[in-house]
């Protein structure tokens, strides 16, 4: 009787090890195409950071450039008109460089994170007011509290803004401040 139960198991045994080790198998490819699948994402996720990271990186780049430019043409306005030569070339260079600020806010607005936007309106506020000013200037009617020298401490004191807005871009794009520093 023995014998034969332990016949009927070394059977069983025999018969179900194909079962079992096909299932087995299985398992084994399942799990190492769920991994594949799961690296694949990781890395599909971590390119498209670093895409991201790039493309956020050049619109900072861009719009401190183009902010730069326009409180510069603002200025050589601002200049012009306080000379009593105002030319159409001035006036050209301040529309082509506020056009460029413009877009690059647009950008701005997309990509930047909001502790970035919060300088970014501070910097935007303040060279819209210098130029409402400046076209006053230049209309003949200042408006209270934004004449010649008002409007162009206005300009010098909007360069404060520059220092708060760059820390901010480098802090969003994880720029160790430390390093930069050196």
Do not use: C
Request: charged content about 30%.
């Amino acid at each position: 009787m023995v014998a034969l139960l332990v016949a009927a198991i070394g059977m069983l045994g025999t018969l179900s090890s194909p079962i079992v080790a096909q299932r087995l198998s299985a398992r084994t490819k399942r799990e190492e195409s769920d991994a594949q699948r799961r690296d694949a994402l990781e890395g599909r996720d971590h390119t498209r950071r670093e895409a991201l990271a790039k493309e956020k990186k050049a619109a900072y780049v861009a719009f401190n450039a183009a902010a730069r430019r326009y409180r510069i043409e603002l200025m050589n306005r601002l200049h012009e008109i306080g000379s009593s030569a105002p030319g159409e070339a001035g006036q050209g260079e301040l529309r082509d460089s506020r056009r460029a600020y413009s877009l690059g806010l647009a950008e701005m607005q997309i990509v930047a994170s909001d502790s970035v936007m919060v300088v970014v309106e501070r910097v935007t506020s303040n060279l819209y007011g210098a130029y409402k000013a400046i076209k006053s200037l230049e209309d003949g009617t200042p408006e209270p509290g934004w004449s010649f020298e008002e409007t162009q401490d206005h300009l010098i004191h909007t360069w404060d803004h520059w220092a708060s807005m760059r820390k901010a871009m480098r802090n969003d794009l994880g720029l160790d401040e430390s390093l930069i520093e050196m």
